[in-house]
């Protein structure tokens, strides 16, 4: 079974950028069997698809953060990462990591515990 | 961006009732619906899949079904364990979104 584990620092200063990172375990990035995608949740509030990654290093960002967003992949680490620039208050949320069957079949079946990041000076 | 709908917001039931939630899509989204089950300080948990489908290992008291806009997901009979927020999302189309949430509570 496939686990995802969030992490990265948890406050980070406006108009800087956001790092997060996504350590998957039982299960190989390699394998091509999943595409990786990061999703957030501002606090008390609903759920919004940042963007997606697959081994290969192809991606594919939300056109509403297309401009702010990049993500990679170290296949050698299991790993997959997200980048946020230019922060604001506004992007104060939990990010979860989750995993997709296909680039436009996006059922997320595997989920990180996620990580709450505050953007505060 | 495909805007989803959910109603009621919230609902408080009893154990053992019937619960019914709605969610409507701004557009015709074939049955590309997924609904997924939140608990306090948890990530969501996947529940139903393609409007209809049981994802694996959950309790067959949940269903789902609909098609095009409008969906339905029903608890059959509320267990005290089901007290969580729910939420629809599409896979129609760029890019995948999510309904506002319907929070579960016991009365």
């Known amino acids: 079974q496939v686990q995802l584990q969030e992490s990265g620092p948890g406050l980070v200063k406006p108009s800087q950028t956001l790092s997060l990172t996504c350590t998957v375990s039982?299960?190989?990035?390699?394998?091509?069997?999943?595409?990786w995608s990061w999703i957030r949740q501002p606090p008390g509030k609903g759920l919004d698809w940042i963007g997606y990654?697959?081994?290969?290093?192809?991606?594919s960002y939300n056109p509403s953060l297309k401009s702010r967003v990049t993500m990679a992949v170290d296949t050698s680490k299991n790993q997959f990462s997200l980048k946020l620039n230019s922060v604001t208050a506004a992007d104060t949320a939990v990010y979860y990591c989750?995993?997709?069957?296909?680039?436009?079949?996006?059922?997320?079946?595997?989920w990180g515990q996620g990580a709450l990041v505050t953007v505060s000076s | 961006d495909i805007q989803m709908t959910q109603s009621p917001s919230s609902l408080s039931a009893s154990v053992g009732d019937r619960v019914t939630i709605t969610c409507q899509a701004s557009?015709?989204?074939?049955?590309?619906l997924n609904w997924y089950q939140q608990k306090p300080g948890k990530a969501p948990k996947l529940l139903i899949y393609?409007?209809?489908n049981l994802q694996t290992g959950v309790p067959s008291r949940f269903s789902g079904s609909g098609s095009g806009t409008d969906f339905t997901f029903t608890i059959s009979s509320l267990q005290p364990g089901d007290i969580a927020t729910y939420y629809c999302?599409?896979?129609?189309?760029?890019?995948?979104?999510f309904g506002q949430g319907t929070k579960v509570e016991i009365k």
């Open positions: 557009q015709d989204i074939n049955n590309y």
């Open positions: 990654i697959y081994y290969s290093g192809s991606t």
């Open positions: 039982g299960g190989s990035i390699s394998s091509g069997d999943y595409y």
């Open positions: 393609a409007a209809s």
């Open positions: 999302q599409h896979y129609d189309n760029f890019p995948p979104t």
């Open positions: 989750a995993s997709h069957p296909d680039s436009s079949v996006y059922v997320f079946d595997y």
